[in-house]
């Protein structure tokens, strides 16, 4: 069935490097592509999304990437600080519908100080 | 402050009792959702509404069900029939046709 790969598992980068999680999706419907972050035993947040009109999209540090083509959309994330070590999910929505998605399994980033 | 609340944070419940999960949202969002997850695995939609007194399966609906009387509101109750219900839930929302969900703090479902 259609779905959402996500790689790596685990990612471990030095303070100031950049880390970069890379999704593939199947559904060639999919329009919308957020991103989550999840802190230990909290709910997960939005940090960034893209739409599929879009090729790139870029917030401060974090920016992500979108090749339709390809069905590859990707995140970026330059700098990097303690704080941001978290699991990242990466998301594509079912079809045209906007409100439900396929996930990725996550990313565990730890960045070392 | 807008926002969804879940609780418990922590749940306890022993082997073939049925459980509720509660889930409240003040952002007038008219979809809600529950989520499940799994050490390792992505987040797996149980059921999802988008209007009051209605709602639709997700992928692993089977040994859950949910009601939604309530706007604000969309309990969802783990039944014995689960077969594994210890688990990380999640609950969200969102406006119906726009794509982000904003997401509650979660229970963490323990079954002894």
């Known amino acids: 069935g259609e779905n959402v790969e996500q790689h790596p598992s685990t990612l471990s980068v030095q303070e100031g490097d950049s880390a970069v999680i890379k999704c593939t999706y199947s559904?060639?419907?999919?329009?919308?592509f957020p991103w989550y972050k999840q802190e230990l035993g909290k709910g997960p947040q939005l940090i960034i999304d893209?739409?599929?009109?879009?090729g790139e999209k870029k917030d401060q540090r974090i920016a992500v990437t979108l090749n339709k083509t390809a069905k590859h959309f990707s995140l970026h994330i330059t700098e990097t600080q303690p704080e941001d070590s978290a699991v990242y999910f990466c998301?594509?929505?079912?079809?045209?519908?906007?409100?439900?998605?396929?996930f990725g399994t996550g990313t565990s980033l730890t960045v070392i100080p | 402050d807008g926002g969804i609340t879940q609780s418990p944070k922590y749940l306890f419940r022993k082997e073939g009792q049925n459980v509720t999960l509660s889930c409240e949202q003040n952002?007038?969002?008219?979809?809600m959702y529950w989520y499940r997850q799994d050490p390792g695995q992505g987040l797996r939609l149980i059921y999802y509404?988008?209007?009051?007194?209605?709602?639709q399966k997700g992928d692993i609906a089977e040994g859950y069900s949910v009601s939604r009387e309530k706007k604000e509101s969309f309990p969802l109750t783990v039944t014995s029939a689960q077969k594994n219900p210890t688990a990380f839930y999640l609950c969200?929302?969102?406006?119906?046709?726009?794509?982000?969900?904003?997401f509650g703090p979660g229970t963490r479902l323990t079954v002894l």
């Open positions: 998301a594509a929505s079912r079809g045209n519908t906007g409100n439900q998605f396929y």
């Open positions: 559904d060639s419907a999919s329009n919308y």
């Open positions: 509404s988008q209007i009051v007194n209605d709602f």
């Open positions: 893209i739409r599929s009109n879009v």
């Open positions: 969200a929302s969102s406006i119906v046709g726009v794509g982000e969900q904003f």
């Open positions: 952002l007038n969002h008219d979809a």
